[in-house]
T-cell receptor, first 111, second 116 residues
Framework: EDKVVQSPLSLVVHEGDTVTLNCSYEVTNFRSLLWYKQEKKAPTFLFML????IEKKSGRLSSILDKKELFSILNITATQTGDSAIYLCAGTTSGTYKYIFGTGTRLKVLA | DTGVSQDPRHKITKRGQNVTFRCDPI?????LYWYRQTLGQGPEFLTY????????KSRLLSDRFSAERPKGSFSTLEIQRTEQGDSAMYLC??????????????FGQGTRLTVV
């Protein structure tokens, strides 16, 4: 069965720290991996990764995919309290458009 | 607001009652998804539509659950004879179709269902 596993489950850091969130996947006919940020209700889109080794960046956030080792990381540099959220990782497969989500990493950034 | 819209935002119902939720996707999106999320878990896939066609349903979707997207625009999710285990956040999402690599889905604010 397809699955996505995220680690750590939760993380507490101080403002200014750099964090790395991990996502490993076992997805048949893998197509893409997506990262979302969920603060209160709606997950908001961060990145979609389809190719190995190509880093995607948006401000202080960056992400990269390793299709050989079947994992992705999400880096957040110079964390701020506004980064506190649950970060969700999801895999997609060819032939279907459903997303298979991990349980998420709950990040808390302390002032 | 041109995002995904869900209604109602909260619903409290007694066990055994039927409930219906509505989702209005982003207007140019032809794919629409329903997910369920419980505390401490990631969203679980329930079903998705491409235009008005329901292309996939999860095994999680028992026969008490039904979803429709009659004109390929808004969608409804109905739960009949609700049970306490149905208490969850029901998320709707939409995405554009057509790209071979898939496109990102945008989520609505969700409907929080509490069955008492």
């Amino acid at each position: 069965e397809d699955k996505v596993v995220q680690s750590p489950l939760s993380l507490v850091v101080h403002e200014g720290d750099t964090v790395t969130l991990n996502c490993s996947y076992e997805v048949t006919n893998f197509r893409s991996l997506l990262w979302y940020k969920q603060e209160k209700k709606a997950p908001t889109f961060l990145f979609m990764l389809t190719s190995s080794g190509i880093e995607k960046k948006s401000g202080r956030l960056s992400s990269i995919l390793d299709k050989k080792e079947l994992f992705s990381i999400l880096n957040i540099t110079a964390t701020q309290t506004g980064d506190s959220a649950i970060y969700l990782c999801a895999g997609t497969t060819s032939g279907t458009y459903k997303y298979i989500f991990g349980t998420g990493t709950r990040l808390k950034v302390l002032a | 607001d041109t995002g995904v819209s869900q209604d109602p935002r909260h619903k409290i119902t007694k066990r055994g009652q039927n409930v219906t939720f509505r989702c209005d996707p982003i207007s140019e999106h032809n794919r629409l998804y329903w997910y369920r999320q419980t505390l401490g878990q990631g969203p679980e896939f329930l079903t998705y539509f491409q235009n008005e066609a329901q292309l996939e349903k999860s095994r999680l979707l028992s026969d008490r659950f039904s979803a429709e997207r009659p004109k390929g625009s808004f969608s409804t999710l109905e739960i009949q004879r609700t049970e306490q285990g149905d208490s969850a956040m029901y998320l709707c999402a939409s995405s554009r179709g057509g790209a071979a690599a898939g496109t990102e889905a945008f989520f609505g604010q969700g409907t929080r269902l509490t069955v008492v």
